[in-house]
């Protein structure tokens, strides 16, 4: 891995749309910023599953966490970690051709695959854990109570390291068959995009809306 | 399976916030059909793959396609199918409570398992590919040229059958602990939801927004 860009593997290089590719660093963690969820896949009894769940990035480092029961997270507490891919996607588009067959959705998308492992430093455990409440809401884990111990025992905390990662984005108009252009039908882009509402505060808030929140987007 | 409720097996039964879940088929069937993407997971040379891709419902059948040439649609073309677990989530809040422990997220999501199969029946495949162009724009598939010989060749359709698969669904309040009630941090919910912007058209069209455009939300 050069210091701006991720290193090609065969699994992070696409058998279709290369053009859409990047291993970018910047590009890749700008993505990884951007949702709110990721899909981590893991296998479970010979069968792939996938679990959606919250995560954060830290430098080059991907945090999830969960309950130390949950299946996952027990198996990334074993000595050899557990293989995972972790994958990320935003959609920004439904793009309308006058062909069925080149319909097509603007998106981006980041696909990191490795071995997660238990994180196990309590240092490394802190820094991650606010990193999981400041992903959704940056400034929020410097406004909440922290974790005390026993909250800290009940929560397993892996890492994986960005280092096999790419992004995949589709970003553009609509690309029909020069015969097709023609036709009779409407085509174009439907703009997707993920809003905020505004914060309904809870029974037990006394406080004025925090000014991390009152500038979120 | 009954008329009105997937049966539970053990990987469909969450090991925690069990109340959370369920396996009716109409809130799945509605989960399913409200979001464009889901999370394909399939296992290559022995590791997870998680990729990002539209997909339809038809009745209990979830579709998904793709290039004939790519990865998860050629193992799929196997006699004996590919294990594969497909996801859909929906984030709907952020839920900010006093403690970093109890921030949550207000979502809906359905994890389905089993095994994927090639559709080879052009009969079954015309169905999919116009339920896959009517899953984000309901009643677009009447409006566009459907594809010729060329174009089916080149893509591959697959089928889940809807039969091991749950729903999970947070849509709640903040749950802070008693204790945690009276200190004098912001704690609420942050509504999250998913908008379309006006259609662009492309250079190309001639004709007027169609009605299934102008109501689209």
Chains 1, 2 share one sequence.
């Not at 991720?6 to 970018?24: I, K, M, N, Q």
């Not at 062909?99 to 071995?115: L, M, Q, T, Y």
């Not at 409440?133 to 892996?158: C, I, M, Q, W, Y």
């Not at 790419?166 to 993920?194: M, N, Q």
Request: glycine content about 6%.
């Amino acid at each position: 891995m050069s210091d701006t860009t991720y290193a090609r593997t065969e699994r992070t290089t696409p058998t279709r749309y290369r053009d859409r590719a990047t291993w970018e660093r910047e590009a890749i963690h700008a993505i990884l910023d951007s949702a709110y969820i990721c899909h981590l896949g893991f296998m479970a009894n010979g069968a792939p599953v996938v679990l959606p769940t919250i995560y954060a990035r830290v430098g080059d480092r991907l945090y999830v966490h969960g309950s130390t029961g949950s299946r996952p997270l027990r198996g990334a507490g074993a000595d050899q970690g557990m293989p995972v891919c972790v994958t990320v996607t935003l959609v920004d588009g439904l793009v309308l051709a006058k062909s069925a067959f080149n319909h097509s959705v603007n998106f981006r998308s980041v696909v990191a695959h490795g071995i997660a492992q238990q994180v196990t430093d309590p240092e490394e455990l802190a820094v991650a854990l606010d990193a999981l409440v400041d992903h959704s809401v940056p400034g929020r884990s410097g406004d909440v109570r922290r974790p005390n111990a026993k909250e800290l025992a009940a929560t397993a905390v892996v890492r994986l390291v960005l280092d096999e990662v790419s992004a995949k984005t589709r970003d553009d108009g609509v690309d029909d068959d020069e015969a097709d252009l023609e036709l009779p039908y409407w085509a174009g882009v439907v703009p997707v995009s993920t809003v905020h509402g505004t914060p309904v505060p809870d029974a037990s808030t006394t406080v004025p809306l925090p000014a991390y929140l009152r500038d979120f987007r």
